[in-house]
């Protein structure tokens, strides 16, 4: 099937048809928005009041800080000043050990199944010792030493970090591409075993493996030319490339050590101004911050009157805030609209009567509105919102709209010589059959033969009824029939060579 767009005046309109929940909605929102700020001012309030005691007995002074370290002797300002810089150390730590966590695909990945590619190059130098004559050096370990240390350089990082995603930094590339090694029995010597270089490629899906495998497959050609010019020639050969997931103890160590990092940072950072005194914890949170001035209480004189005063404002609580009110409406409103079109398009049921048209390129032989109008409280917008959904054919009565239906039918078969005319849906509900039944009645009435069945799609007679007609009539309903339905359909009416006379949508 074609793509076909989703027409924005048809959804909001169907969105539309759930006003009454649309305005509940916004009720509930905005009783909950205004409760909210009725808390809130109430909260404000009691801070207000809780201020006004504390301002009874003393008031609070900003003092410049190089005043107020007047306070403190030389030791405790040094002792301060030595601990906002320790701190400082571990504030930059931390930060710079959740950043890794943060951003390093490595801290990423799941331990207990890691997907992994697994490639390898044997390499041949046709190294050959013939005696008694002097052996030549044999550089195949320098060759098999060299490579990684050459595929993994700063550009082919970059390419890599580029090919996984512009959020990828290149910094944290070789932590996943690291050469698989055995080590030798008489010195526990890493080598390659066989002459096979071995390079494991983790990732946190097979698809990132395969990203990085193809950069190195891609580049690994220039560090084999690179290393014949400085070592001589030799053959390689690609053994391919393996696919499986395993569990990693180093991954885990691994994360389990930048953990425990920042436990230990947050350990030693607690308790460094315990010891402190008021003064020196003031003084300490001013140097910290970079503030200019510190806030010290004054006390109030013998007259009453404070050196220096500064007495918030008061609250007004009101039950019925219309700020907040006109607030939730609207949350209300956007909530209720994206709640309404994600149920809407996750339907994917057919929403227009010009689908099968742009989708399949079939003729509209017309529509009909089946479904019983509205009644109740203010229906008549409902009626409203569903004429503008019919468009024009809402001028023509549901009779008037069958008889040039049957008539087109008609018009179409004898045009075409087409004696045996099959209608069908994918749409199973009675009034859809009900309708089909009324059609064929009117349809048939000339030398046309015209029946109808269940949905092919599901119904192995209907399907044969189908197979062996001249032509068919699809008969869809707008909000019941699924449009992976209409899709098989109209394929197996390509598949059986059967022409498509038109289509019919019911509303």
Known sequence: ???????AKNLLLRILLHWRAVIVCMLICAVAFDGAGYLKLRLANREYKAAQNEEESSEESQVKIDEFSKKLTDDQINEVKNVVSLYKTYQKNYDDTVNYINN?????????????????????????????????TDYTQDILDSIYYRLLNDSNCKEIAKALGKNISSEYIKELVTPVMNTRTDDDTPEYKDNVFTLSIMGRSYSECDKITAVIQKDIVNVFAELKTKYGAFDYTDLGVQHY?????????????????????????EGLIDAFTADQKTYFYALLNGDDTVSISLPIDQNGTPAASSSPEPV?????????????????????????????????????????EKAFGYDSLGSLRVTADPRGFLSGIDRSILRSLDGGAAAFSAEERMRMIAAGIRIAARKNGWKNIYMTGSSADEQTRSTIKMLVEQSGSGEEKV?????????????????????????????????KDIDRECALFKKNEVPVLGYVVLK
Do not use: W
């Open 1 to 7: 099937m074609r793509e076909s767009t989703v027409d």
């Open 104 to 136: 390093s695909i490595l801290m990423q990945l799941d331990p207990n199944s890691i997907c992994t590619d697994i490639l390898q190059y044997q390499i041949n130098t046709h190294y050959s010792v013939t005696y008694p004559e002097i052996a030549k």
């Open 245 to 269: 997931k395993s569990f990693s103890q180093d991954v885990l160590t691994a994360q389990k050590n930048q953990a425990n990092s920042l436990k230990d940072i947050r350990t030693n950072s």
């Open 316 to 356: 007004t609580v009101r039950k019925f805030i219309p700020k907040y009110i006109v607030v939730g409406a609207m949350a209300g409103l956007i909530l209720s609209f994206l709640y309404f079109m994600c149920l809407i398009l996750a339907g994917a049921k057919l929403m227009s009567d010009d689908l099968l």
């Open 451 to 483: 029946s109808f069945g269940n949905s092919v799609v599901y119904d192995p007679e209907s399907l044969e009824n189908m197979a062996s007609s001249d032509a068919v009539v699809v008969v869809e309903r707008e909000d019941y029939s699924k449009i």
